[in-house]
């Protein structure tokens, strides 16, 4: 094995670990995808930008033309089908944009980890909990609370 068989093997761990970290919310909150589906999104991305580089690399110099933006550009769209597949309108209500959104981000982060942009996936599954935890708690203790609150009368 070498060596960068062995950075290869870290960077999917890292993605997937980070994956789940970002879903870990949503499997708490008990929605559809959770820290499964967010770790195998985070995965898969890492895994296809991890092929993407390795085949430029491979085919540098060759008649091959390489561009490894196309599979990353890819996996934006493909992850974005995945969500529209989560989104649904219940009761008037819109459900699982979050979740979607969510998902979304685990795929950057795969990315991200897949171009070796390591402390960015990092800080970004850090923001994407933060906005998961913390953002829920303002909105159920603050602005539902206020928004379902009558008008004051004047």
Do not use: C
């Amino acid at each position: 094995m070498t060596g960068s068989e062995i950075e290869i093997f870290g960077q999917l761990a890292l993605a997937t670990i980070l994956g789940a970290l970002a879903g870990l919310e949503r499997e708490l909150a008990k929605k559809a995808a959770g820290m499964r589906t967010f770790a195998l999104v985070s995965l898969g991305a890492a895994f296809f930008t991890i092929i993407s580089m390795v085949a430029a690399e491979k085919f540098s110099g060759t008649n091959y033309l390489f561009d490894v933006s196309r599979i990353p550009s890819q996996i934006v769209l493909g992850v974005g089908f995945i969500g529209a597949g989560l989104i649904i309108f219940h009761r008037s209500r819109l459900r699982g944009l979050t979740t979607a959104a969510g998902l979304w981000v685990a795929a950057a982060i795969g990315v991200a980890v897949g171009f070796k942009f390591y402390l960015l996936a990092i800080f970004t599954t850090f923001l994407t909990v933060l906005i998961f935890v913390l953002f829920w708690v303002v909105e159920e203790k603050i602005v539902r609370k206020w928004a379902s609150e009558p008008p004051p009368e004047e």
